[in-house]
């Protein structure tokens, strides 16, 4: 085999790889009912700083229509999707990992990432139809056992609230983590690429 023939080959598998890293869509061009609170473009988050150079939720585009199938759910019973944080560039994965090295809370960049990463995972909430929180017994990003989803100390209303929103979204196949009850990952997520691409954050 010639090594003309061998670079071509080799440019057609970056060329590949590239457009599958930028297959991404921002999740208000396609519904404008949901509301954001993408907390790491503020300092309101664990870090205390902004980490996110925009408000932007990006993801992969059968995440981000199977996430306005579970809105269209949720807003049937008189609630509606939040976000806090949706696609993650792979640098600031580094920077969290650097403020919380545990694998518990915070994906080790260095061992597999995180689903952010790759386009495929939200952080989330409920809110009413006028964009008043739904209680869900702790704030976003609280690292302590009453996060977790096996934690049944709360009142029965937060219990149920779990329960409402981790059933909802899993008819749309996205599925919750043990430790953090607003972490979802689409379920068919394997072939995403991890992804430094950043937030586009200019028209």
């Known amino acids: 085999m010639n090594k003309p023939f061998l670079a071509l080959i080799a440019r057609l598998f970056v060329l590949q790889a590239s457009a599958q890293q930028a297959e991404f869509i921002r999740l208000d061009s396609l519904s404008p009912h949901f509301y954001y609170d993408i907390r790491y473009a503020t300092t309101n988050n664990f870090v205390g700083e902004v980490v996110y150079e925009c408000a932007v939720c990006l993801l992969r585009p059968d995440a981000a229509n199977a996430l306005e199938q579970a809105n269209a759910y ?7 999707i939040q976000l806090f944080d949706c696609y993650r560039p792979y ?5 969290l ?3 919380v090295p545990n694998p518990a809370y915070v994906a080790d960049p260095y061992n597999g990432g995180s689903v952010h990463n790759r386009g495929a995972a939200v952080d989330l909430t409920l809110v009413d139809l006028n964009g008043n929180p739904v209680d869900f017994g702790t704030d976003y990003d609280y690292f302590g056992r009453e996060a977790h989803v096996d934690y049944y100390g709360h009142s029965e209303e937060v219990l149920a ?9 899993a008819k749309f196949g996205f599925k919750g983590i043990r430790t953090e009850w607003w972490h979802f990952s689409y379920t068919k997520n394997s072939g995403y690429p991890i992804s430094e691409q950043p937030l586009p954050c200019t028209d």
């Open 74 to 80: 949720f807003m049937e019973m008189g609630y509606c």
């Open 97 to 99: 990992w650097e403020k």
């Open 91 to 95: 640098p600031v994965q580094k920077i």
């Open 161 to 169: 609230n779990r329960k409402l929103l981790t059933e909802g979204l």
